[in-house]
């Protein structure tokens, strides 16, 4: 057997007993030697990762509960969606190696963010999340600047508050029309911000 046959042996073993595991599970290895979900990560490093502040994006609505939808995707891909959050995501063919039942869950009140479970599970592509920002107070300020809104990883829902949230990972994204669209390569918890900073 080749190096490179033992290689994709052990990344298909590896995904195939993650999807075994049940969703308690708090280290995930990914297929791939160099992705490691975050909490694996700070399990491996004596000193926390630092923080980023976030303004929050917020609904003009408040959601009264939690909306949860799940799904079981295969390797040819698929997506979720929440009409009443605004938000799909979608996950490209080939992320997953093995059909892989997920789920996503609007978390309630007026903070535009979001928990996705499996937690810890990490995509061999990135999949991308699509939030419409009408229906929230960032929608229609007249003196923003077009890449202020951002996509935030937070690790534990205490992070999570409603003037200020501290952000493990922030990334950015692109806005066409109405909806905001970014990537995500692994799972655990989401919010949307429209500005850094703040006390």
Known sequence: MTVRSRTIAFATFSIAAFAACSVSDSTTVSPRSDRLAPSSVAERSSAPAPKTRVKPLHRNAKLASAITVSGTIGTSGGSLSI??????????????????????????????????A???????????????????????????????VELGYFALPGQLGTLISEVDELSGGSETGEVFTSSIWHFSGYMLGCGRGGK
């Open 83 to 116: 009409p009443e959050a605004g938000v799909t995501v979608t996950v490209p063919a080939g992320a997953l190696l093995v059909p892989v039942k997920i789920s996503m869950t609007a978390l309630p009140g007026d903070v535009v963010a979001y928990d996705f």
């Open 118 to 148: 499996p937690h810890g599970l990490v995509f061999l592509k990135p999949i991308s999340i699509a939030q419409r920002l009408a229906g929230t107070k960032e929608k229609g300020k007249k003196d923003r600047s077009p890449d202020s």
